[in-house]
């Protein structure tokens, strides 16, 4: 069981073998990014508890792409031996579960690295293995942590907070796991001692949240929310409606002001104490211009087209890009040129579309090995008749 699986040899991570068990986004989308970085992934699924992910119809064709799949039960005696067995060989342990359950079950960190004392093990949680004792052994999942952690409050629109979507904790936390397990396992290549890293989902999201809270906690100032979209301090800054469309733009920059204060009609408060020269932000509360600007920008902004717009913009330098809807991806230039969407063909013979593997490496570019159908399947039947 401890042997290496075939299969091809690509990017930055060739040769890494990496286990993860968990269900659902966040640490399944840890495992993901090594696999597509060249990672030899194995998931292994508990058999108690199926993975509600596969439920979807699509998904899952993305999220488990370039995995090799396991059936354990790691707390049961058999399932226990075979899963320390491979833990021997295995050089990034990552587990998504409820706070320290692992260790309530007997499966500690020392247990781990007296099997492989270079292991790297990831705990990925809502609330961390420690803390207050009301809240490690808590569910959580994206709601809770942004809900938890400050995050979700400063979203939405002024009248409502609404959670960011979709499923922003879990991608960053499964991204905070991945990161954080190849910082460690960097050390680990120097020392030779394992680690043990403690991702608590609320922390990912504090720390992700940090912009304005810095404003708080220095200061006692309280950014509000957005409202319909737009910066909660700076005008111009946000999302704008056209004639036929929603552009966001970022007004920011002197000659941008300027320039652009001359477009709707504002070049006469320029040079004004309110505005001063140098200007390269306007404040929408605190400079009392705030509002005449943004009822400006509505007002010439909705007479235009977004490409009349953006070819303006273009010529002054300040940025802007048109709301894409998800049909206007496909085809649009930027994508098809980069390769941004991809597709392969799925175990039951289906073609899928998804997106690409980023980022891109220039010298071992990661791979979706699924797009060559007939040789991973065939990898794939090999390895699930391996682990039999």
Same mark, same amino acid.
């Given at each position: ?9 690509? +990017? ?46 699509? /998904? ?74 009301? /809240? ?8 809770? @942590? ?9 979203? +939405? ?25 190849? @910082? ?17 989902? /609320? ?29 909660? /301090? ?18 920011? +920059? ?135």
């Amino acid at each position: 069981m401890t042997t290496h699986l075939p299969m091809p040899a690509f +990017g930055p991570l060739s040769g890494l073998r990496v286990v993860f068990s968990g269900i659902e986004i966040a640490g399944p989308f840890a495992g993901q990014m090594f696999a597509e970085w060249g990672a030899e992934v194995i998931w292994i699924e508990n058999v108690a508890w199926a993975d509600t992910i596969r439920v979807q119809p699509n /998904y899952p064709q993305l999220s488990r792409r370039n995995l090799h799949a396991l059936s354990l039960n790691i707390f049961k005696d058999e399932g226990r031996e075979a899963f320390l067995k491979l833990m021997e060989t295995t050089d990034i342990f990552i587990e998504a579960s409820k706070g320290p359950a692992f260790a309530r079950r007997g499966i500690t960190d020392e247990v781990l690295w007296k099997h492989n004392p270079k292991l790297v093990i990831a705990h990925l949680s809502g609330f961390g293995q420690f803390g207050d004792e009301e /809240y490690p052994h808590l569910p959580a999942y994206n709601t809770i @942590a942004q809900a938890f952690s400050g995050y979700l409050i400063q979203n +939405g629109d002024v009248d409502q907070p609404m959670p960011a979507f979709p499923y922003t904790a879990d991608y960053f936390s499964g991204l905070t796991a991945t990161t954080s397990a190849l @910082a460690a396992l960097h050390k680990v290549r120097e020392t030779g001692k394992g680690e043990s890293i403690d991702i608590a989902m /609320y922390e990912v999201m504090l720390r992700m949240g940090q912009y304005f809270m810095m404003d708080y906690f220095n200061g006692g100032e309280i950014c509000p929310r957005m409202t319909k979209g737009k910066d909660p /301090y700076y005008a111009g800054c946000g999302l704008y409606k056209c004639a036929d469309g929603y552009i966001v733009m970022e007004l920011v +920059g002197i000659t941008q002001i300027n320039e652009c204060f001359k477009d709707i009609g504002l070049a006469h408060i320029l040079g004004t104490p309110e505005v001063p020269e140098g200007t390269q932000l306007i404040h929408r509360i605190e400079c009392p211009y705030g509002p005449l600007v943004e009822e400006k920008l509505d007002t010439w902004l909705a007479t235009r087209s977004i490409a009349d717009v953006q070819a303006r913009f273009a010529e002054l330098n300040i940025a802007c890009a048109k709301v894409l809807t998800i049909p206007e991806l496909e085809h649009h230039p930027q994508y098809v040129a980069r390769e941004s969407i991809t597709q392969w063909q799925t175990m039951d013979g289906r073609t899928c579309k998804g997106p690409n593997i980023m980022p891109k490496f220039k010298k071992q570019p990661g791979e979706n090995l699924a797009r060559d159908a007939v040789t991973w399947h065939g990898y794939r039947r090999y390895s699930e008749k391996y682990w039999l």
